[in-house]
């Protein structure tokens, strides 16, 4: 028999939509942070986006119940009715919104309905202007459905605030959304009323673009910050806001993916049409999970915040007792992102120079075994984020080894 020439094996090469999307330097920094963690070194990681607290027992016995019922099977394909009637309510409630439940949209997590709704409205080459730092998933999920991120630096002068000129300048034919989190991932800064209100007269006088507001971190604000979404401040802007929520944060329920929206009708059709070919409904028994979460008692909130507040005191106060690092009080959320500025141009005991951000916090997790994750991965440099969603016996030990570090540069 003849021989028949068998063509070589393709090697794998990835689509052009992911071409320029690198491993997340946060997945990369918790690699590395377990491999020393396996070599027996002492790490303590403050990288965590998630709370170190559990699922309240109503919501866990609310799941449970959920699957003695038979609960176990598709549900309708963005949310069943019982849980969009119940974020229905809590958008009237908590955040004087009025959304009809066919405005109303929910996914396996936040991050899934921006998935939706970039991937339900991007066109390519459409921009979408994103105030940094930002959360990395942002960029990425917005350059994977073929549009363009506007970056627009906001740093720690300003507030890690976007402005109404800088929000002026960066709109162009093209922009179809401005995305804002509030309170922020990593900066912790939040827009209060008076902070989003010339931002919104902006978008009056623009409307081709479209309002995406993340406001996963609504209920961890400290002091006295009134927490304010833009729909509820500018009506006039609902026909083209979509306003993003999720239970992973508030109800330390990120294993659950459970993430919902409000917008207009049409954008949560089309969303609705991306998620029917990618993952179906949300998983039912977290969907009953989180009607607990959002109709049960709230009184543990509170609680929860003051151990945060006391957590985020504790870190703001000893990161502005180093000499080189300076510390924003941030309003929200659960991280710090300091300024290392004063670090850039010292040298490490063994002769190595700090030039960046990046180096600094290598230089942390070499010497002293504590993970940070520095600003650049955020978009901005030069700062760092701490996560401190940990004990304040881990934070304490943590900081006492930064400050130790930082003192040994010269
Ligand atoms: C600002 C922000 N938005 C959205 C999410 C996504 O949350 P989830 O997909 O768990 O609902 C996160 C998670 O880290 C976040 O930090």
Not at 120 to 149: F, L, M, N, R
Request: proline content about 6%; hydrophobic content about 40%; some cysteine.
């Amino acid at each position: 028999m003849a021989d028949i020439a068998v063509p070589p094996v393709a090697e794998f090469r990835s689509a052009s939509r992911i071409a320029s999307i690198g491993v997340s330097k946060i997945l990369m920094i918790g690699a590395r942070a377990v491999a020393r963690k396996r070599e027996g070194r002492p790490v303590i990681v403050l990288g965590a986006g998630e709370p170190d607290f559990d699922t309240p027992e109503n919501i866990k016995e609310a799941a449970k119940a959920a699957i003695d019922r038979g609960e176990t099977k598709y549900t309708a394909l963005d949310g069943s009715p019982e849980l969009k009637k119940a974020v229905a309510e809590k958008f009237r409630r908590e955040n004087g919104v009025d959304y009809a439940v066919d405005e109303i949209t929910v996914a396996t997590g936040a991050k899934q309905i921006l998935f939706n709704a970039f991937m339900a409205s991007i066109d390519p080459g459409d921009e979408v202007i994103i105030p940094t730092p930002y959360w990395t998933s942002y960029s990425d999920i917005i350059e994977i459905c073929g549009g363009v991120p506007v970056l627009i630096p906001c740093d720690a002068a300003s507030g890690f605030r976007l402005t109404a000129d800088r929000l002026e300048k960066a709109i162009t034919p093209k922009t179809k959304w401005v995305l804002l989190n509030s309170p922020s991932n990593p900066s912790g800064a939040a827009y209060g009323e008076a902070d989003y209100r010339p931002l919104l007269d902006v978008l009056l006088r623009h409307p081709h673009v479209w309002l995406m507001v993340d406001d996963m971190y609504e209920h961890i604000v400290y002091d006295d910050f009134d927490f304010v979404t833009p729909v509820a401040l500018e009506p006039a802007l609902k026909s083209r806001a979509l306003t993003i929520n999720g239970v992973s944060k508030a109800y330390a329920m990120t294993g659950w993916r459970i993430g919902y929206a409000g917008g207009p009708k049409a954008l949560i059709k089309a969303m609705a049409v991306i998620q029917s070919q990618a993952t179906s409904c949300p998983s039912s028994v977290s969907q009953a999970a989180a009607i607990e979460a959002l109709n049960g008692p709230q009184d543990f909130l509170a609680d929860r915040k003051a151990s945060f507040r006391r957590r985020r005191d504790l870190v703001v106060s000893a990161l502005n007792k180093i000499d080189g690092i300076e510390c924003r009080v941030p309003e929200g959320a659960f991280y710090t992102f300091a300024s290392c500025k004063g670090m850039i141009g010292r040298t490490t005991p063994d002769g190595k120079r700090i030039e960046s951000d990046t180096d600094f916090t290598d230089y942390l997790l070499e010497t002293v075994d504590v993970a940070v994750v520095p600003g650049s991965a955020f978009g901005l440099s030069p700062y760092f984020r701490i996560s401190y969603a940990t004990s304040e016996a881990e934070l304490t030990e943590a900081l006492s080894r930064i400050a130790a570090a930082s003192a040994a540069l010269v």
